[in-house]
């Protein structure tokens, strides 16, 4: 009987290692829909869900709105499918993006218009507080346009810096970018399938949402900021148990390879 009560206990955990290891997202939009995956997001004046998809080419597009004043700020994100502990695997992401206008003025500019790709979130509003990574792309003067990566925690971000060269881009095209990170946390960021460089960070390991974040002061680039051809997949060490006893009939312990995130485990939905 005990036998067959470990067995059952394990053929559940492992249900639970079957969705803590894996963590994915993949959207070209080509679906013409925000379902597979739920895409959802929030306009700093109230506009729910503020992208549209562009028909012509399939491309995720900022919407048009001309509510607000100052620098306002739309954010879209996608739950990931669970937890994703970056301490425990290699991470990759790759995405376009692009900015559709110019700035005639100075560099000072791109502090209001700018666009971002979160690759790490803990929490689901990317427009305030949050502990994660981003990817911003910002007109700096007269057409010209840099990717830089940044480390946020709650509202203070911080560039990491890069020991290569930034990559010299012209604004209105779409700029291909793919951002590696190992589990011990050596970032590399490649532009145009040019590298920009290595740096390491480990200060943030969980992630709950990707997604992006627009920033403008104008209502003229309100609907000119793109992005397509989303993809976040990670290859790290198999989780596994590697202890089990049952200690009553309420009350098991169960020992893993590896440091497992709490909430992943506090998670009723990821129990079968």
Do not use: C
């Not at 013409?32 to 109230?46: E, R």
């Not at 695997?89 to 979160?118: A, C, I, P």
């Amino acid at each position: 009987m005990k036998f067959a009560t470990n067995f059952i206990l394990l053929v559940i955990l492992l249900t639970i290692i079957s969705s803590v290891v894996n963590a994915q997202v993949v959207d070209d939009f080509s679906d013409g829909n925000f379902t597979d995956p739920i895409w959802s997001g929030m306009n700093s004046f109230g506009v729910a869900d503020p992208f549209e998809i562009a028909e012509a080419d399939n491309q995720l597009k900022s919407q048009a709105l001309t509510g607000g004043s100052g620098t306002r700020v739309s954010y879209l994100r996608t739950q990931l499918a669970s937890t994703l502990n970056l301490a425990t695997q290699d991470m990759e992401w790759s995405f376009k993006l692009k900015n559709d206008f110019t700035f005639s003025g100075t560099s000072s500019l791109g502090s209001t218009n700018h666009s971002r790709v979160y690759l790490v979130s803990d929490v689901s509003d990317l427009s305030g507080d949050t502990n994660g990574y981003y990817i911003q792309l910002r007109d700096v003067s007269n057409g010209d346009e840099e990717v830089l990566l940044y480390r946020q925690t709650g509202g203070s971000s911080s560039q990491i810096v890069l020991n290569g060269s930034l990559q010299s881009i012209t604004s209105q095209t779409y700029v291909s970018v793919r951002v590696t990170r190992s589990s011990s946390g050596l970032w590399e960021v490649f532009v145009n399938n040019a590298s920009q460089g290595t740096g390491t960070d480990a200060t943030h390991t969980i992630s709950d949402f990707f997604g992006v974040q627009i920033r403008y002061s104008a209502n003229s680039r309100s609907g000119l900021f793109y992005f397509d051809d989303f993809s976040l997949s990670g290859n790290g060490t198999p989780l596994a148990v590697t202890g089990l006893s049952v200690r009553g009939n309420k009350s098991i312990t169960v020992s893993f390879n590896q440091e497992i995130d709490k909430s992943s485990v506090e998670n009723t939905f990821n129990y079968t």
